[in-house]
């Protein structure tokens, strides 16, 4: 992307806000494959709330289809999606990685560029919930996060059980290692499975085991409690509030997590959530936990934000393709080994993320 047209764009922002009353200074910016973020200096007085009010306006005067302006660690921020965007690809960005703690999910890149990493088994992680509307990019980022577990972990730290109700979104992994049993699709199996893993859990606890860590991932959890019902509503609920202790972590994906369908308790134990682009403000908060994520401003295909703790980060999710996906496990079927770094380009030295404890960014 050329530093003119950025440099434009940059002029452009300051014009319209200095037009609303509301001056401020770009002081620079981060170009990611799939969105530009202009860092913004206000101008003594002028409110954060003003700011935010602006977004359409920017967003009509630089001709984009959206506009979202957030506030990250003291950085007011005008994130535009690119003209040009690209995806960005799981497995060079595997490359691209050092030591990856165990359990550890590669989600994609963040909002200035550093790969974003997720640890399960972080004191205030444990369980993930994946929210957006059609097309936000739910299923891949699910598929992202198992390929990364079961490409950077051997069966004697993470083995998982795979839900897809739909029979569509995980099947790709069918045969894969570190699978406890087949993919479940029908009711009778998703039921039995999960009735299993509260037996399971409850063994665990009395036994005193932690290894290996189980993960549980069900790819349209909305379809799961109504196909299943309430015997799946209570063993979710009973392995969201206890599953820690027992080193067993739960993925869900659905489009809108309401507790009317998942009930209260189970909606309050995931305490990470993925939320992916959504089609209203009032969707954004049911989908996050917390209002104010803007996630009716995502733009989709993978355009996510991780909230945590009321904190929300902003992220491009990481890419496989279900052809990568079935490669991924004939190796892995092959060697025993887990050698992501094999499929993809050499390792580039010195990139592995650091900062943030439970998010290994």
Known sequence: MRRTYLDLQANRIEVVLASHRAPARVTGGVVTPRQVRYHLAPAPGVRLRRLLGLAEEIALALDVPSCRIARDHGVV???????????????????????????????????????????????????????????????????????????????????????DPKGRGLLPFEGLPHLLSPICCEAAQIEERLSWLVAEMLRRDREGISAPRLVVVIDELAEVVASVGDPAVEALTRLTQRGREASIHVIAAMQKPSASLLGPLMKANFPVRLVGSVTSADDARVAAGVPGTQAERLSGRGDFVLVHRGQCLRFQAAYITADEVRSLVARLRESGLTACRRLAAPKVEGCAPGGHPQTGR
């Open 77 to 163: 921020a005008v994130e535009l999606p690119r003209a040009d965007p690209a995806p960005v690809a799981l497995l060079p960005l595997c490359s691209r990685l050092g030591h990856i703690p165990s359990c550890t999910a590669v989600l994609g890149l963040g909002d200035d560029g550093t790969p974003l990493l997720l640890a399960l088994a972080g004191a205030d992680v444990a369980h993930v919930l994946i929210a957006g509307s059609t097309g936000s990019g739910k299923t891949a980022l699910v598929r992202t996060m198992v390929a990364s577990l079961a490409a950077h972990n051997h069966l004697g730290q993470v083995q998982l059980v795979l839900i």
